[in-house]
């Protein structure tokens, strides 16, 4: 980890630390490193010393937990040996950019949906704010298919939880619905248990999409709520 931690300095722009930090304002353990450079260490690191590197208890900055995750999602491994490194991973989660940089990189899901769906099942009931967050957006980047769209819905509608990083990440994977199944997400709008924030954030998002004709726009911008 020192010798990772060297090179996460040797690559720090410092500029680039002021922007991220500016986009993650409560993270203070920043360095600077951008993600393209995070993504070839990761590979690296899950090349060469995977297994020393998942179970150093020494993960501090932001590009440690970034590349935590990263390396979860490169290295080739049994799904059960993934999801008990995930379980070390999920509680390190502390903003949103590691959350759904991360999740964007577990592609192995793709090939382990029904298993993958029952492990996000007890983050999908944690009342911590970026553990839900976590199940959120995992289930809007791999479930939004015509299997389960029908429970994601369901899902989503149940949520109810204060922080606003959960609220946000139901309307940005509210809004990637209806470019997928626009009567289904219709539906949704017309009937459920969503807040007000997150209901017109939903649609907000949909608004600033550039997937969505205009025709449909007029037809969203009508249903926010007052």
Same mark, same amino acid.
């Given at each position: !980890?020192?010798?990772?931690?060297?090179?996460?300095?040797?690559?720090?722009?410092?500029?680039?630390?002021?922007?991220?930090?500016?986009l993650?304002?409560?993270?203070?353990?920043?360095?600077?490193?951008?993600?393209?450079?995070?993504?070839?260490?990761?590979?690296?690191?899950?090349?060469?010393?995977?297994?020393?590197?998942?179970?150093?208890?020494?993960?501090?900055?932001?590009e440690?937990?970034?590349?935590?995750?990263?390396?979860?999602?490169?290295?080739?491994?049994?799904?059960?040996?993934?999801?008990?490194?995930?379980?070390?991973?999920?509680?390190?989660?502390?903003?949103?950019?590691?959350?759904?940089?991360?999740?964007?990189?577990?592609?192995?899901?793709?090939?382990?949906?029904?298993?993958?769906?029952?492990?996000?099942?007890?983050?999908?009931?944690?009342?911590?704010?970026f553990?839900?967050?976590?199940?959120?957006? !995992?289930? &809007?980047?791999?479930?939004?298919?015509?299997?389960?769209?029908?429970?994601?819905?369901?899902?989503?509608?149940?949520?109810?939880?204060?922080?606003?990083?959960?609220?946000?990440?139901?309307?940005?994977?509210?809004?990637?619905?209806?470019?997928?199944?626009?009567?289904?997400? &219709?539906?949704?709008?017309?009937?459920?248990?969503?807040?007000?924030?997150?209901?017109?954030?939903?649609?907000?998002? &949909?608004?600033?999409?550039?997937?969505?004709?205009?025709?449909?726009?007029?037809?969203?911008?009508? &249903?926010?709520?007052?």
């Amino acid at each position: !980890m020192e010798d990772i931690r060297k090179s996460l300095f040797e690559l720090q722009d410092k500029e680039y630390q002021k922007f991220q930090s500016g986009l993650c304002p409560d993270v203070n353990n920043i360095i600077g490193v951008r993600i393209p450079d995070l993504r070839k260490i990761a590979k690296k690191i899950a090349s060469e010393n995977t297994i020393e590197f998942l179970e150093n208890e020494q993960v501090e900055f932001y590009e440690e937990k970034m590349l935590y995750g990263f390396v979860i999602g490169y290295k080739k491994m049994e799904l059960s040996q993934r999801l008990i490194y995930l379980d070390k991973f999920v509680p390190m989660i502390d903003n949103w950019a590691i959350c759904d940089c991360c999740t964007s990189t577990f592609k192995f899901v793709k090939n382990n949906l029904e298993e993958v769906w029952s492990y996000l099942q007890k983050y999908l009931q944690s009342k911590q704010e970026f553990e839900l967050r976590f199940a959120i957006i !995992m289930l &809007m980047d791999y479930y939004l298919t015509d299997e389960y769209i029908d429970r994601v819905f369901k899902i989503y509608d149940e949520i109810h939880h204060t922080g606003y990083y959960v609220k946000m990440a139901i309307a940005w994977a509210i809004s990637n619905a209806y470019i997928k199944f626009p009567d289904k997400t &219709m539906k949704l709008l017309k009937n459920n248990h969503l807040d007000d924030f997150t209901y017109n954030k939903s649609i907000q998002k &949909m608004l600033e999409s550039f997937r969505i004709e205009k025709d449909e726009k007029e037809t969203l911008r009508k &249903m926010k709520r007052k």
